[in-house]
């Protein structure tokens, strides 16, 4: 394990990477069924492998990109929901708060 003094090394920060290994999973599954299908079709194995590896390069560049989307979606959708939380509780205040609930900022949480 890692202590809190030493960094990461390179591999360990892209395997932690959001997305990466979703789309990773989804280009290499894709070119190998796109480029096994069109061997099993052709029978040329030169251009079975340039299309294997397009389709690998492409459907991991797309998947990447539209996860990446996503997750910069739901990230705005989270920070206006909180925003319009805390509008909301300054708007109309809050009372009879018992002593026993820890109060949490919302920049903390």
């Known amino acids: 394990m890692l202590d809190e003094d030493e960094e990461p090394s390179a591999l360990t920060r892209v395997l932690q990477t ?3 290994r979703t789309s990773m999973l989804f280009g290499i ?3 190998i069924i ?3 299908g069109f061997f099993l079709f052709t029978s040329r194995a030169k251009r ?6 397009g389709s690998y390069v492409s459907a991991t560049l797309i998947s990447w ?3 990446r989307y996503q997750l910069t979606r ?4 989270e920070r206006r929901f909180k925003a319009a939380v805390q509008q909301k509780i300054l708007q109309e205040g809050v009372t ?6 820890a109060v949490v900022k ?3 949480a």
Request: include cysteine; proline fraction near 6%; hydrophobic fraction near 30%.
């Open 74 to 77: 739901r990230l705005i959708e």
């Open 48 to 53: 079975a492998t340039h299309v294997g590896l």
């Open 34 to 36: 796109s480029g096994l």
């Open 96 to 101: 009879n708060v018992p002593q026993d609930v």
């Open 106 to 108: 919302l920049e903390d």
């Open 29 to 31: 599954s894709s070119g």
């Open 18 to 20: 959001p997305c990466y």
């Open 65 to 67: 990109v539209y996860c």
